[in-house]
């Protein structure tokens, strides 16, 4: 009686480790897809004039719940859903953009893809 007192014990406490674990990994997937930017500083950095400054915003806005969906994919169908939303993102970027600043920003979107580890 004792032995399967002290196993049903250990079970239990087991159960919140496993429970934090997903939670944390969760967490991590979560901000590792979060792709928000302070958008004043990217117009900055680009030299965004007004205009440009509100398509932007609204076509990043976009992007990020792109990469937030693809964050709750699963194996393949993750890195499908990264890959299309950031062709969207730079097509997109494209139309608003001069050449310079696209260079620019498709530089800091490489580097920020590299830097979380989603582009291979």
């Given at each position: 009686m004792?032995?399967?007192?002290?196993?049903?014990?250990?079970?239990?406490?087991?159960?919140?480790?496993?429970?934090?674990?997903?939670?944390?990994?969760?967490?991590?997937?979560?901000?590792?897809?979060?792709?928000?930017?302070?958008?004043?500083?990217?117009?900055?950095?680009?030299?965004?004039?007004?205009?440009?400054?509100?398509?932007?915003?609204?076509?990043?806005?976009?992007?990020?719940?792109?990469?937030?969906?693809?964050?709750?994919a699963?194996?393949?169908?993750?890195?499908?859903?990264?890959?299309?939303?950031?062709?969207?993102?730079?097509?997109?970027?494209?139309?608003?953009?001069?050449?310079?600043?696209?260079?620019?920003?498709?530089?800091l979107?490489?580097?920020?893809?590299?830097?979380?580890?989603l582009?291979?």
């Amino acid at each position: 009686m004792k032995k399967i007192f002290l196993t049903v014990a250990a079970v239990f406490c087991m159960m919140p480790m496993c429970a934090e674990n997903e939670n944390t990994e969760s967490v991590t997937a979560v901000n590792t897809y979060d792709m928000s930017v302070n958008i004043r500083r990217l117009g900055n950095v680009l030299g965004l004039t007004t205009d440009q400054m509100e398509t932007v915003s609204n076509i990043h806005h976009a992007f990020c719940d792109e990469m937030m969906m693809a964050s709750q994919a699963h194996g393949d169908d993750r890195k499908a859903l990264v890959d299309e939303a950031v062709t969207r993102d730079l097509k997109y970027m494209a139309y608003v953009l001069t050449p310079v600043q696209m260079g620019k920003y498709e530089l800091l979107l490489n580097t920020t893809l590299e830097n979380k580890g989603l582009k291979q």
